[in-house]
């Protein structure tokens, strides 16, 4: 199925998962499970995006009830300062004539130095606490020298090798590259690739855990290891390589964990996310997919993975960016980045583009304008491809109309090339007495990040009344996402120059500058009020905070 | 909400500034739930890590009436939590330890190394440390790491991160020593048991008649059998009537001694009372307990105090 906007799947990143899912309940031929831009799934997506809320709280109280997968940032306490009795808050009312408060300014003192603080986006808990972004970085002065557990090392040089003991105790990730063999059959046997780790955990126990590995990438242990005595593998290729870490800053890839890819054809495989510095205008994050089906029948069909979309990375004044080291923090869609001197704080997905903007096309367009794909990365060259709807018309000129990002409007050559708006730009169709249409490839640089509308006119003439004549538009949207940081924040010398980044089973973060790995405080200097008992909430501990109405 | 027509309606004069250091309200969330299945409830301003390392600790250390798990429960409540705090290794001769059948013990009031342990009673110690009092010897961590350092068998090293000025008084009770039931052996193959450092005289076999005579070399003969007591090897002659099993008891080294701040002592240790009685020798040269010493006059004393006896019964 080919849109306006490009064929699917590619394009649908920021449509809930949870949509395509639902979708998939509809008979095959439906346009609803076909098509992201259905009117179905137009409507049914913003419950959808609901219900993914919803399913991501259930599966983190799911985790709460085990104390393993608990997460260790979960509310225990915060730091309330009650105000006194007489206190009258401001309220106003709206255009709509709802009646709502002032919120009081609220200052408190770090470092023996009073900031004015924000309030909690939503001024409720889950913006106070869940969803916040770190207002504060300081180096939390603990380092050590860091070791993994079990470097890069082959195969089929592992059993040669003694395991380090963890820097501290944690779940340990496995990464495995190199791995060819899936499946490995006997008589009456079928067996998969795992690795088992020997040793201590943190409660005290000694056990043994086999981890399945199904595909080339990073795995974690259920336990957490205290010590690891010894490490070994079965049904793993020996020119395969494998890393064992605790904090592992090795790892590109990362699990989307708040989604899953869902095709039209009812398999649902994992997501990964990963930093690019492959462009030369600076980092974008890469997001792909495995290309074949279900996540349990990866490891026999192999683990290729097929692109969705790449998002370019920029600062607060949208300037592009080289980030070294990033990581996602575990429960939230928070990314964090750091360059050479700043920490960057991102929620990952694409930007959604101003479709309100994007004019319709024709009502009886003869011409439908398909492309692989309509999400690209700067620098990329698109191919838009023409399909002649009706061929018993055949044009008898063309014009191409390119509008960027910018606003510039630009006729396009049927090579790319980008000609003023002042030249005559149509095309003639040679072959248009002849009844002959050739469809057209037209290769475009998409050179801005933004939305790119290209337009594509078509005259029509009758060959024997020349006042009879039509000119119909067709259009596409192509575009270059980019997404800014929620907050970017400078890093002190210690904390510079990282090159990996990771949180701890512990929810701490940490960097690695060389062999040295530090850890770094975050803290969050938001504060939520509760008018009706006059009280104001903070999330950090302060030695004074100061309250005006 | 829209704000472009904002009207204020009503403003409050006073007061218009409240000041103070805001005060920590925990909040109970699913860590705490857990804690209350094994009795546990959050200490003031711990966090969840550390809360659910105490949780953890509940599930792996129990509570429970005996020595051990009094100190577990007693020392978790606090928040304190076990810590290696010393390692205890054989010193080597090549590769052989110098010790013929090592065995530490870790008591009340000292440690006791021996070279030469038997389980018919003989028993030859290297070194005895005692680590009771201020004035003892081994004390403090670091002089106990030295006094076993400089024995003639045993070796010792701090883990990392531990203070050396601890008291080693509050290293667990525990011993190197343990048991081993029904090791299986093949027949006619050489057999890896369990374990290594096999306390010598400890071995019995399952079929003693079969495996009757221990040799030094390699067996030659049905019957014979051979031990590697260091590294837990036995080596038996073919036999035709297949498996057979043993019995031993076995040294684990290196020894990883934990460390709880809590420490508890039983009145009926004989190794305590050493320490609350004046020892008088008999002119048979035995030492026995005579009036209890000053301190435990004081301990009596105390526990008299506070607790009910009714003399007679």
């Given at each position: 199925?080919?849109?306006?906007?490009?064929?699917?799947?590619?394009?649908?990143?920021?449509?809930?998962?949870?949509?395509?899912?639902?979708?998939?309940?509809?008979?095959?031929?439906?346009?609803?499970?076909?098509?992201?831009?259905?009117?179905?799934?137009?409507?049914?997506?913003?419950?959808?995006?609901?219900?993914?809320?919803?399913?991501?709280?259930?599966?983190?109280?799911?985790?709460?009830?085990?104390?393993?997968?608990?997460?260790?940032?979960?509310?225990?306490?915060?730091?309330?300062?009650?105000?006194?009795?007489?206190?009258?808050?401001?309220?106003?009312?709206?255009?709509?004539?709802?009646?709502?408060?002032?919120?009081?300014?609220?200052?408190?003192?770090?470092?023996?130095?009073?900031?004015?603080?924000?309030?909690?986006?939503?001024?409720?808990?889950?913006?106070?606490?869940?969803?916040?972004?770190?207002?504060?970085?300081?180096?939390?002065?603990?380092?050590?020298?860091?070791?993994?557990?079990?470097?890069?090392?082959?195969?089929?040089?592992?059993?040669?090798?003694?395991?380090?003991?963890?820097?501290?105790?944690?779940?340990?990730?496995?990464?495995?590259?190199?791995?060819?063999?899936?499946?490995?059959?006997?008589?009456?046997?079928?067996?998969?690739?795992?690795?088992?780790?020997?040793?201590?955990?943190?409660?005290?126990?000694?056990?043994?855990?086999?981890?399945?590995?199904?595909?080339?990438?990073?795995?974690?242990?259920?336990?957490?290891?205290?010590?690891?005595?010894?490490?070994?593998?079965?049904?793993?290729?020996?020119?395969?390589?494998?890393?064992?870490?605790?904090?592992?800053?090795?790892?590109?890839?990362?699990?989307?964990?708040?989604?899953?890819?869902?095709?039209?054809?009812?398999?649902?495989?994992?997501?990964?996310?990963?930093?690019?510095?492959?462009?030369?205008?600076?980092?974008?994050?890469?997001?792909?997919?495995?290309?074949?089906?279900?996540?349990?029948?990866?490891?026999?069909?192999?683990?290729?993975?097929?692109?969705?979309?790449?998002?370019?990375?920029?600062?607060?004044?949208?300037?592009?960016?080289?980030?070294?080291?990033?990581?996602?923090?575990?429960?939230?869609?928070?990314?964090?980045?750091?360059?050479?001197?700043?920490?960057?704080?991102?929620?990952?997905?694409?930007?959604?583009?101003?479709?309100?903007?994007?004019?319709?096309?024709?009502?009886?367009?003869?011409?439908?304008l398909t492309s692989?794909?309509?999400?690209?990365?700067?620098?990329?060259?698109a191919v838009i491809r023409t399909k002649?709807?009706?061929?018993?018309?055949?044009?008898?000129?063309?014009?191409?109309?390119?509008?960027?990002?910018?606003?510039?409007?630009?006729?396009?050559?049927q090579n790319g090339?980008?000609?003023?708006?002042?030249?005559?730009?149509?095309?003639?169709?040679?072959?248009?007495?002849?009844?002959?249409?050739i469809e057209n490839n037209l290769n475009l640089?998409?050179?801005?990040?933004?939305?790119?509308?290209?337009?594509?006119?078509?005259?029509?003439?009758?060959?024997?009344?020349?006042?009879?004549?039509?000119?119909?538009?067709?259009?596409?949207?192509?575009?270059?996402?980019?997404?800014?940081?929620?907050?970017?924040?400078?890093?002190?010398?210690?904390?510079?120059?990282?090159?990996?980044?990771?949180?701890?089973?512990?929810?701490?973060?940490?960097?690695?500058?060389?062999?040295?790995?530090?850890?770094?405080?975050?803290?969050?200097?938001?504060?939520?009020?509760?008018?009706?008992?006059?009280?104001?909430?903070?999330?950090?501990?302060?030695?004074?905070?100061?309250?005006?109405? | 909400?829209?704000?472009?027509?904002?009207?204020?309606?009503?403003?409050?004069?006073?007061?218009?500034?409240?000041?103070?250091?805001?005060?920590?309200?925990?909040?109970?969330?699913?860590?705490?739930?857990?804690?209350?299945?094994?009795?546990?409830?959050?200490?003031?301003?711990?966090?969840?890590?550390?809360?659910?390392?105490?949780?953890?600790?509940?599930?792996?250390?129990?509570?429970?009436?005996?020595?051990?798990?009094?100190?577990?429960?007693?020392?978790?409540?606090?928040?304190?939590?076990?810590?290696?705090?010393?390692?205890?290794?054989?010193?080597?001769?090549?590769?052989?330890?110098?010790?013929?059948?090592?065995?530490?013990?870790?008591?009340?009031?000292?440690?006791?190394?021996?070279?030469?342990?038997?389980?018919?009673?003989?028993?030859?110690?290297?070194?005895?440390?005692?680590?009771?009092?201020?004035?003892?010897?081994?004390?403090?961590?670091?002089?106990?790491?030295?006094?076993?350092?400089?024995?003639?068998?045993?070796?010792?090293?701090?883990?990392?991160?531990?203070?050396?000025?601890?008291?080693?008084?509050?290293?667990?009770?525990?011993?190197?020593?343990?048991?081993?039931?029904?090791?299986?052996?093949?027949?006619?193959?050489?057999?890896?048991?369990?374990?290594?450092?096999?306390?010598?005289?400890?071995?019995?076999?399952?079929?003693?008649?079969?495996?009757?005579?221990?040799?030094?070399?390699?067996?030659?003969?049905?019957?014979?059998?051979?031990?590697?007591?260091?590294?837990?090897?036995?080596?038996?002659?073919?036999?035709?009537?297949?498996?057979?099993?043993?019995?031993?008891?076995?040294?684990?080294?290196?020894?990883?001694?934990?460390?709880?701040?809590?420490?508890?002592?039983?009145?009926?240790?004989?190794?305590?009372?050493?320490?609350?009685?004046?020892?008088?020798?008999?002119?048979?040269?035995?030492?026995?307990?005579?009036?209890?010493?000053?301190?435990?006059?004081?301990?009596?004393?105390?526990?008299?105090?506070?607790?009910?006896?009714?003399?007679?019964?």
């Amino acid at each position: 199925m080919t849109t306006t906007l490009g064929t699917w799947p590619q394009d649908r990143y920021y449509l809930s998962y949870i949509t395509q899912r639902m979708m998939n309940r509809a008979p095959d031929w439906t346009h609803a499970r076909k098509w992201p831009f259905s009117v179905s799934q137009q409507l049914f997506n913003p419950l959808c995006l609901e219900i993914e809320e919803t399913v991501s709280g259930l599966i983190e109280e799911r985790n709460n009830m085990h104390l393993s997968s608990a997460n260790i940032d979960l509310l225990g306490h915060l730091f309330s300062l009650d105000l006194q009795d007489e206190v009258d808050f401001s309220y106003s009312e709206t255009s709509d004539g709802t009646m709502s408060y002032t919120p009081p300014v609220v200052y408190a003192d770090i470092s023996d130095t009073e900031y004015q603080l924000t309030i909690a986006e939503n001024n409720d808990i889950k913006s106070l606490w869940y969803d916040a972004i770190p207002s504060r970085v300081e180096d939390a002065s603990v380092s050590y020298t860091y070791q993994e557990v079990i470097p890069y090392t082959l195969i089929s040089a592992l059993s040669s090798l003694t395991p380090n003991t963890p820097v501290f105790p944690g779940h340990l990730s496995i990464t495995l590259s190199g791995n060819s063999t899936w499946r490995t059959e006997t008589s009456d046997m079928v067996y998969y690739p795992k690795v088992y780790i020997v040793g201590t955990t943190r409660k005290g126990t000694f056990k043994t855990e086999a981890i399945p590995l199904s595909y080339n990438g990073t795995f974690k242990t259920v336990s957490q290891w205290e010590t690891v005595s010894s490490v070994f593998v079965s049904y793993v290729d020996d020119d395969a390589h494998i890393t064992i870490d605790v904090l592992p800053f090795s790892v590109k890839e990362h699990v989307d964990k708040k989604s899953v890819y869902v095709s039209r054809d009812d398999y649902e495989t994992y997501r990964f996310i990963s930093l690019s510095n492959d462009r030369s205008f600076g980092s974008t994050l890469y997001v792909d997919h495995f290309t074949t089906g279900n996540m349990e029948i990866v490891r026999e069909f192999g683990d290729t993975k097929d692109p969705e979309c790449e998002i370019e990375l920029l600062d607060t004044d949208e300037n592009n960016v080289n980030i070294n080291a990033m990581c996602i923090k575990e429960n939230t869609k928070q990314i964090f980045c750091f360059t050479s001197n700043k920490l960057l704080v991102y929620n990952y997905g694409i930007p959604v583009p101003d479709f309100q903007s994007f004019p319709e096309d024709d009502i009886f367009t003869k011409f439908d304008l398909t492309s692989d794909r309509w999400i690209y990365a700067r620098d990329e060259t698109a191919v838009i491809r023409t399909k002649n709807l009706d061929v018993l018309n055949t044009p008898n000129k063309i014009r191409w109309t390119l509008k960027k990002p910018s606003g510039t409007e630009y006729y396009v050559g049927q090579n790319g090339s980008l000609w003023s708006t002042s030249t005559d730009a149509w095309i003639y169709n040679v072959g248009h007495e002849g009844s002959i249409w050739i469809e057209n490839n037209l290769n475009l640089l998409l050179d801005e990040t933004g939305t790119y509308t290209l337009t594509f006119e078509v005259f029509y003439s009758n060959l024997y009344d020349q006042k009879d004549t039509e000119t119909l538009k067709s259009r596409m949207m192509l575009y270059v996402p980019s997404i800014t940081p929620e907050i970017e924040l400078d890093l002190s010398t210690n904390l510079q120059d990282a090159d990996g980044v990771v949180f701890n089973s512990d929810g701490e973060l940490w960097i690695s500058v060389g062999d040295t790995i530090r850890k770094i405080d975050l803290f969050y200097d938001y504060y939520l009020v509760d008018y009706e008992n006059k009280t104001v909430w903070f999330r950090e501990e302060y030695e004074s905070a100061r309250v005006t109405i | 909400m829209s704000t472009t027509s904002l009207k204020i309606l009503f403003k409050a004069n006073v007061p218009t500034e409240t000041k103070g250091k805001p005060t920590r309200k925990d909040i109970p969330n699913s860590f705490d739930s857990a804690g209350h299945l094994v009795t546990l409830t959050r200490l003031p301003e711990e966090s969840n890590v550390d809360f659910r390392n105490r949780i953890f600790d509940a599930a792996v250390h129990p509570p429970g009436p005996t020595y051990q798990r009094c100190l577990n429960a007693i020392a978790r409540d606090f928040g304190y939590m076990r810590d290696k705090a010393i390692q205890i290794s054989l010193k080597l001769s090549g590769d052989t330890p110098i010790a013929t059948s090592p065995r530490v013990d870790i008591l009340a009031n000292k440690i006791i190394m021996y070279s030469d342990w038997r389980p018919d009673g003989t028993a030859i110690i290297d070194t005895e440390i005692r680590t009771y009092k201020i004035d003892d010897a081994g004390y403090l961590l670091t002089d106990l790491v030295d006094l076993i350092n400089s024995s003639t068998c045993f070796s010792a090293s701090i883990y990392s991160g531990i203070r050396t000025n601890m008291f080693s008084s509050a290293l667990l009770q525990q011993s190197s020593i343990f048991t081993i039931n029904d090791d299986g052996i093949e027949p006619g193959k050489l057999t890896n048991l369990a374990t290594g450092n096999i306390i010598r005289g400890s071995l019995s076999l399952s079929n003693s008649d079969v495996f009757s005579t221990e040799t030094i070399s390699a067996p030659t003969a049905v019957g014979e059998y051979q031990v590697d007591y260091v590294n837990g090897k036995i080596y038996t002659y073919l036999v035709s009537d297949g498996h057979s099993y043993c019995s031993y008891k076995s040294s684990i080294f290196p020894l990883e001694v934990d460390y709880l701040p809590v420490m508890i002592y039983s009145l009926q240790d004989d190794n305590f009372q050493y320490e609350l009685f004046n020892i008088e020798t008999l002119e048979s040269s035995e030492e026995v307990k005579a009036l209890p010493n000053a301190e435990g006059s004081e301990i009596y004393h105390q526990l008299f105090k506070e607790t009910q006896f009714f003399w007679g019964e």
